[in-house]
Structure formats: structure tokens, C-alpha cells
């Protein structure tokens, strides 16, 4: 059925939309942000974030989203160097591969005191194992920053970085009433985070003109998919998605 849209011209009239759409008025992150901006707006009304910033979301849910989060950063870790490794240009390539190392000390930093606080070890972390969505959602990351070109695996990288930026500054304007929560929400929210998720966004851009439109179109539906994969690791974590078998 997927092959038969490409042999009836649905990717060549989709690259022609795409091409055609604004690009003299947005920058190539803007058109890719339009492609998950309907996600985004539903995952500012997830009761997962919301329950984060009233104090209602239940610390199960929250223990499953940071041992989840643990295991996702570190396969995030290996798409940045994958990343790293197929960049046009030395300050990307130190970019990604710096971000890449990040990407593993705070999985070691801020879940260390997360996990103390919810009562769980390292141990504890590894034993639990990679869930479900966590599962679908790093191995479509890997399986785009391995076979697909640099402008793609950064589309596919790109919504982890930008939607958390953007929900952090969304929950550090209410904080939470409860202590822990709060220490997540700041984390995200912070000068810091935003320095780095605008630097990759100036990469982003700067890729914006050597993309021909069939790229164009699959940068497109990466973004799209792993923004999808964003709104799915909230949900897995307030449903505490298990594997059924």
C-alpha cells in the first residue's frame, strides 16, 4: 500500500507542496516546526504535564517516566553520535558529538538525585528495562540516524530537543507544588537548555537551502513521526505502558 503513493506521484506533488510553502518567509526549523505544531498543541494538554504542574500526577507515573526517560537518553546518546558522525562541517561534528556526551551525564546527573527521590537505584533503572514506546521510539531514532542523510537524522533528533525546551518554558511558568516535579520542570526550563536547543536550530537552518525537495519531504516526516514519538512517551508514562506478553 506505502509503495503505491510513491508510484502515483504522491511524494514528487508532496515535495512540490512542501517546497513551494513560505520558504521565503520561514526558515527550513519553522516549516519542519509546522509539521508537528498539532502534536505540540496536545502535548501542552497531556494530563501527564498537567498533573506535573498541579501535583497531581501520581508518583508511579512520574518513576515510570524517569526510568523510561534513562533508558531512552541513552539510546538518544547514540543517535546524536551518529548524528555527529555524518556532519557537513567541524563545528557540527563537535556539536553533536559534545551533546552526545551530555545527553549521558545528565542521565547519570539529574536521574541520579530523581532516582533517589523516588526511592529507586541504578540497579533498579536497568532491571526495569526499555518499555515499549521507549523501544519503538529509539530504534526509529537509530534506524534514521543510520541509514538516512545528515538533514534527516537531524529532523529526527530535532523535536526532543525543541519540544522539551518549549514545554519547559511552558511548566517553569507554574512550577509544581510538589518539590520533585519542580526539580524536573527547572532542569528543562533553564538559560542552559535553551542555549543548546538554539545552536542545533541554527544547524537546522543552515542545512535549509541544500535540500532538494524529496529530502525535503522525508526531513519533513521524520520531524513529524518523532514529535508523534513525544507525545507517546508522555502517554506511555501516565498509562505505565507495559509490554502485554
Known amino acids: 500500500m506505502w509503495a503505491d503513493f510513491g508510484r502515483h506521484g504522491f511524494v514528487s506533488t508532496k515535495a512540490e507542496t512542501i517546497a513551494s510553502h513560505s ?12 509539521s ?7 502535548i501542552l494538554r497531556h494530563p501527564f504535564l498537567t498533573g506535573l504542574t498541579d ?5 508511579d507515573a512520574f518513576r515510570y517516566f524517569v526510568i523510561q526517560d534513562s533508558h531512552y537518553l541513552r539510546a538518544y546518546a547514540r543517535a546524536l553520535s551518529l548524528v555527529s558522525a555524518r556532519a557537513t562541517d567541524p563545528e557540527a561534528v563537535a556539536l553533536f558529538a559534545g551533546h552526545a556526551s551530555d545527553a549521558i551525564a545528565v542521565e547519570k546527573e539529574l536521574h541520579v538525585s530523581l532516582l533517589h527521590g523516588l526511592g529507586l537505584t541504578a540497579a533498579a533503572v536497568d532491571a526495569a528495562g526499555s518499555g515499549p514506546t ?7 531514532l537509530l534506524g534514521v540516524c543510520a541509514t538516512g ?14 519540544v522539551y525546551r518549549d514545554v519547559g518554558r511552558e511548566l517553569l511558568a507554574r512550577s509544581s507544588p510538589d518539590p520533585l516535579y519542580a526539580q524536573w520542570i527547572a532542569s528543562y526550563g533553564s538559560p542552559e537548555f535553551d542555549a543548546v ?5 541554527a544547524v537546522t537552518d543552515g542545512l535549509g537551502s541544500d535540500i532538494g525537495p ?8 521524520h520531524f513529524a513521526v518523532t514529535t508523534r514519538y513525544e507525545w507517546m512517551f508522555w502517554d506511555a508514562a501516565y498509562q505505565q505502558l507495559s509490554w502485554p506478553i
Do not use: D, I, N
Not at 197 to 201: I, N, P, T, Y
Open 36 to 42: 508537528g505544531a498539532a502534536t505540540y498543541a496536545e
Open 134 to 140: 521507549t523501544t519503538a521510539y529509539a530504534s526509529y
Open 214 to 221: 524529496s529530502e525535503r519531504v522525508r526531513c519533513h516526516e
Open 149 to 162: 542523510t545528515y538533514a534527516e537524522a537531524l529532523a529526527a533528533v530535532l523535536p526532543c530537543y525543541w
Open 197 to 201: 536547543v538554539e545552536s542545533v536550530l
Open 55 to 59: 501535583g497531581t500526577l501520581s508518583t
Open 23 to 34: 520558504t521565503a518567509v520561514l526558515s527550513f526549523s519553522q516549516q519542519l516546526w509546522e
